[in-house]
T-cell receptor
Framework: DAGITQSPRYKITETGRQVTLMCHQT?????MFWYRQDLGHGLRLIYY???????DKGEVPDGYVVSRSKTENFPLTLESATRSQTSVYFC?????????????FGPGTRLLVL | GQQLNQSPQSMFIQEGEDVSMNCTSS?????WLWYKQDPGEGPVLLIA?????ELTSNGRLTAQFGITRKDSFLNISASIPSDVGIYFC????????FGKGTRLSVIA
């Protein structure tokens, strides 16, 4: 299906484990983004990418790693999960940057770290 | 990081009532966006505003780009139960700057 998808939709893991959240978009958008959403904090940007092999830190990058070897994929890895990383994670993509930027969001991954 | 001040944080209204929410910033933005997030879903774009003073409608939703370019407003007329969700404003930067959201509850 066309659009932006995330997998898994739900994940339970334990403290210290490595977890990778997947994001895939079919529009060939240049820009991709990872956010986390927590009560009282709204959407906080973790990392973003302007193109394949180009990534930049957002507001809350610590404890996360990203890669972008292909335009359509932007995986987010928690190298050693902590309880504070329990959250809902959203991936987004946009075709353009600047004044005409419109981000399209995936359905989210709900992560619980025990 | 830069933040937008979005208010109110939450609202409980009766079905049929009109709703107003706003977003302010200390910085100027050239584009304002309004998103809605349904429960359990990702945010979806409702309205985009590109010009200071612009008033744009999308069905029962009307949004305005403030003339100072430091604020934006969203109004929902005659609310219905499916209006429930979180409404986010966003100001144009790369990446976008989001407000913390207004959580709307509609009582039938």
């Amino acid at each position: 299906d066309a659009g932006i998808t995330q997998s898994p939709r739900y994940k339970i893991t334990e403290t210290g484990r490595q977890v990778t959240l997947m994001c895939h978009q079919t529009w060939s958008h240049s820009y991709m983004f990872w956010y986390r959403q927590d009560l009282g904090h709204g959407l906080r940007l973790i990392y973003y990418s302007a193109a394949a092999d180009i990534t930049d830190k957002g507001e809350v990058p610590d404890g996360y790693v990203v890669s972008r070897s292909k335009t359509e994929n932007f995986p987010l890895t928690l190298e050693s999960a902590t309880r504070s990383q329990t959250s809902v994670y959203f991936c987004a993509s946009s075709e353009l940057a600047g004044i005409q930027e419109t981000q399209y969001f995936g359905p989210g991954t709900r992560l619980l770290v025990l | 990081g830069q933040q937008l001040n979005q208010s109110p944080q939450s609202m409980f209204i009766q079905e049929g009532e009109d709703v107003s929410m706003n977003c302010t910033s200390s910085s100027i933005f050239n584009t304002w966006l309004w998103y809605k997030q349904d429960p359990g879903e990702g945010p979806v774009l409702l309205i985009a505003l590109y010009k200071a003073g612009e008033l744009t409608s999308n069905g029962r939703l009307t949004a305005q780009f403030g003339i100072t370019r430091k604020d934006s407003f969203l109004n929902i007329s005659a609310s219905i139960p499916s209006d429930v969700g979180i409404y986010f404003c966003a100001g144009q930067r790369t990446p976008l700057v989001f407000g913390k959201g207004t959580r709307l509850s509609v009582i039938a």
